[in-house]
């Protein structure tokens, strides 16, 4: 399973308030992502790095900030979370030279 | 940009059989790869096969196996001896092997169900 875990794995929340989901890995890979699920739009990119302080942004990272302090944690944050945003977060890493994305568990969010 | 179409959302397959899920891709790169990810009820995403557009050979894991067509730009995925756990959500994926590139297209899924 590549040793990736989200916390927290489910979240209820208000409009307007701010949630940060973490995804952790134990393999020390250098790539990771977050994408947001939604039905009848696959998996979307929101954010990834690649490397340690070294981000970039997806195709829908409005509304979302990231930050990897550390090779194992990347954080996805959202500022002021809005209904639009209620949808389920994976993270993934690639590993190495397979191009290979491995994924955690999902987080599923909700915005009220 | 590229693109990842599945044209399939859903398909049904009796147990034992096999069934063929569709995916085209857009690119006017030679060089990339391309994956099938499975979903089950439970979300997890689990890689299923993966094809680089260098390789001729069709890639093949167990009961699945692909059909690559790069002129086509066609990836479809087979399963063999279809069984109830392979009942999920499956996703065709591309990635470029251009360097400094480092994005994944997701198409949006096929569902399929597999009956007894």
């Known amino acids: 399973d590549a040793g990736i875990t989200q916390s927290p794995r489910h979240k209820v929340t208000e409009t307007g308030t701010p949630v940060t989901l973490r995804c952790h890995q134990t393999?020390?890979?250098?790539?990771m992502y977050w994408y947001r699920q939604d039905p009848g739009h696959g998996l979307r990119l929101i954010h990834y790095s690649y490397g340690v302080k070294d981000t970039d942004k997806g195709e829908v990272s409005d509304g979302y900030s990231v930050s990897r302090s550390k090779t194992e944690d990347f954080l996805l944050t959202l500022e002021s979370a809005t209904s639009s945003q209620t949808s389920v977060y994976f993270c993934?890493?690639?590993?190495?030279?397979?191009?290979?994305?491995?994924f955690g568990p999902g987080t599923r969010l909700t915005v009220t | 940009a590229q693109t990842v179409t599945q044209s399939q959302p859903e398909m049904s397959v009796q147990e034992a059989e096999t069934v063929t899920l569709s995916c085209t891709y857009d690119?006017?790169?030679?060089?990339?790869?391309l994956f099938w990810y499975k979903q089950p009820p439970s979300r997890q995403m689990i890689l299923v096969i993966r094809?680089?557009?260098?390789?001729?050979q069709n890639a093949t894991e167990n009961r699945f196996s692909v059909n690559f067509q790069k002129a086509a730009k066609s990836f479809s995925l087979k399963i063999s001896d279809s069984q109830l756990g392979d009942a999920a959500m499956y996703f065709c994926?591309?990635?470029?092997?251009?360097?400094?590139?480092?994005?994944?297209?997701f198409g949006t899924g096929t569902r399929l169900k597999v009956l007894a």
């Open positions: 393999e020390n890979h250098r790539y």
């Open positions: 094809q680089e557009a260098y390789k001729q």
């Open positions: 690119t006017s790169e030679s060089d990339y790869y």
């Open positions: 994926a591309y990635r470029s092997a251009v360097a400094g590139t480092y994005k994944y297209i």
């Open positions: 993934a890493i690639r590993a190495g030279g397979t191009y290979e994305q491995y």
